[in-house]
């Protein structure tokens, strides 16, 4: 891991596309300011960005120009005009190339985005624009992994038993494997295992290098996720 941030380009291996992830040490927090200095710091033009207001939902949308985007928590481009960005603090950051049409997208996949299938939502968009599933190659970034997502009672119906890696403790919690549950789902897209790169990282244990919501609460920092073209 790099002091500085994240670097994933390698795995996509296509000239002049960027794919990074900021951690804790390379931005100071500052809301769209740090979008602006991360896309500077790795070359990519800060006036191409595209911005998503996260909601947790499972919503997707095409972004063929940058600026704001309302209501999405997964964002597609059809071009090489816009930089796409993505925030997350325990939550899935997903990349993902179509290697021949050089589309892209990002995907912020939380517990909620996850069972309401955003993954799957995403991708079968971006099958709609011609990509096609050999072609495709995803990066699941740092995340909270099962050693330390606890979910109580009230919301453990929404996973399917086989992602439940620990029963019920006396406190009434649950530990769930969101990541197994990205993966099967990419797995029924039969996106090819070679073509999924998954950073074993978990953004709760590794206090040096990531922010995390579940571990620091209200005051925790994000991490940006950002793909574009140099
Ligand atoms: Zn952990």
Same mark, same amino acid.
């Given at each position: 891991?790099?002091?500085?941030?994240? +670097?994933?380009?390698?795995? =996509? &291996?296509?000239?002049?596309?960027?794919?990074?992830?900021?951690?804790?040490?390379?931005?100071?927090?500052? %809301?769209?300011? !740090?979008?602006?200095? =991360? +896309?500077?710091?790795?070359?990519?033009? #800060?006036?191409?960005?595209?911005?998503?207001?996260?909601?947790?939902?499972?919503?997707?949308?095409?972004?063929?120009?940058? %600026?704001?985007? #309302?209501?999405?928590?997964?964002?597609?481009?059809?071009?090489?005009?816009?930089?796409?960005?993505?925030?997350?603090? &325990?939550?899935?950051?997903? =990349?993902?190339? !179509?290697?021949?049409?050089?589309?892209?997208?990002?995907?912020?996949?939380?517990?909620?985005?996850?069972?309401?299938?955003?993954?799957?939502?995403?991708?079968?968009?971006?099958?709609?624009?011609?990509?096609?599933?050999?072609?495709?190659?995803?990066?699941? %970034? #740092?995340?909270?992994? +099962?050693?330390?997502?606890?979910?109580?009672?009230?919301?453990?119906?929404? =996973? $399917?038993?086989?992602?439940?890696?620990?029963?019920?403790?006396?406190?009434?919690?649950?530990?769930?494997?969101?990541?197994?549950?990205?993966?099967?789902?990419?797995?029924?897209?039969?996106?090819?295992?070679?073509?999924?790169?998954? !950073?074993?990282?978990?953004? $709760?244990?590794?206090?040096?290098?990531?922010?995390?919501?579940?571990?620091?609460?209200?005051?925790?920092?994000?991490?940006?996720?950002?793909?574009?073209?140099?």
């Amino acid at each position: 891991m790099s002091n500085n941030w994240i +670097s994933y380009s390698n795995f =996509f &291996d296509i000239v002049g596309l960027k794919a990074v992830f900021s951690n804790r040490n390379t931005l100071s927090n500052e %809301g769209v300011h !740090d979008r602006i200095v =991360f +896309s500077e710091l790795i070359g990519l033009n #800060p006036k191409n960005l595209v911005i998503p207001k996260q909601t947790h939902s499972s919503n997707y949308f095409v972004c063929e120009s940058p %600026g704001n985007y #309302p209501d999405t928590d997964a964002v597609i481009s059809i071009n090489k005009h816009v930089v796409l960005s993505m925030q997350v603090a &325990d939550c899935i950051p997903i =990349f993902i190339v !179509d290697i021949e049409k050089k589309y892209t997208a990002l995907i912020h996949a939380g517990w909620r985005g996850l069972v309401t299938n955003i993954i799957q939502k995403t991708i079968k968009q971006m099958f709609q624009h011609g990509c096609e599933t050999k072609n495709i190659k995803i990066v699941l %970034g #740092p995340s909270i992994k +099962s050693c330390c997502f606890e979910v109580s009672d009230d919301v453990i119906h929404q =996973f $399917s038993q086989s992602i439940i890696t620990r029963n019920r403790n006396k406190k009434g919690k649950y530990w769930v494997d969101l990541l197994a549950l990205a993966k099967k789902q990419l797995s029924e897209l039969s996106i090819n295992d070679a073509n999924i790169y998954v !950073d074993q990282n978990c953004t $709760s244990c590794e206090i040096d290098h990531f922010h995390s919501y579940r571990r620091d609460g209200m005051k925790a920092g994000r991490m940006l996720a950002l793909i574009g073209w140099v």
